[in-house]
């Protein structure tokens, strides 16, 4: 991934950064080797040092194809990463997602909602999306509730991926800090 096309987001406690090479290692222990934090990821049968590389190599084509990704989700004060979080275009749904996961050490604080938001709003003011998805299993009752602080909306029940799916939007004009 090329670095300088992926802008820097900054919140009050995160800093939003393109992924390197030298994430590979902590992303992979951080994220997919936790069962907790892939409980209600699609399955995957690829360790989890494997699966990091793909799902970053992944962000980096999407970020050249689309001029928008995923971004590594870094503590502000220690650079330490803490997850993804960004904005996919989904196929399936000929739709823009925002999506994130990030370490268990991280949950219940409201960096997920935080790093959500920036990309949300990235999507809105950078990009010029008019809305935007997000998709969770049904279960994923944290992750609904970042939706749900956001000002996204259910919608519907969808299945992509091979699962059963809560589907969530929000327009543009619906969108406030």
């Not at 494997?50 to 970020?63: I, L, N, P, Q, T």
């Not at 194809?65 to 997850?83: E, N, R």
């Amino acid at each position: 991934m090329l670095e300088e096309s992926v802008p820097l987001l900054k919140t009050a406690r995160l800093l939003l950064r393109a992924f390197t090479p030298s994430d590979l290692e902590e992303y992979a222990r951080c994220i997919f080797a936790d069962p907790d934090v892939t409980r209600y990821l699609p399955k995957r049968d690829i360790p989890p040092q494997e699966r990091a590389g793909r799902v970053m190599k992944y962000f980096g084509d999407h970020w050249a194809q689309h001029g928008y990704g995923d971004w590594a989700v870094t503590d502000k004060t220690d650079g330490q990463l803490l997850g993804h979080c960004g904005l996919n275009y989904l196929e399936e749904a000929v739709e823009v997602e925002v999506e994130y996961a990030l370490a268990k050490a991280y949950w219940g604080r409201g960096l997920a909602t935080e790093a959500a938001r920036a990309s949300v709003r990235f999507g809105f003011e950078n990009i010029g999306l008019e809305r935007i998805i997000a998709l969770a299993v049904p279960e994923n009752i944290a992750s609904r509730r970042v939706m749900e602080h956001l000002g996204l909306v259910y919608a519907k029940d969808v299945h992509y991926f091979g699962l059963d799916l809560v589907y969530y939007v929000i327009q543009r004009e619906q969108f406030g800090e």
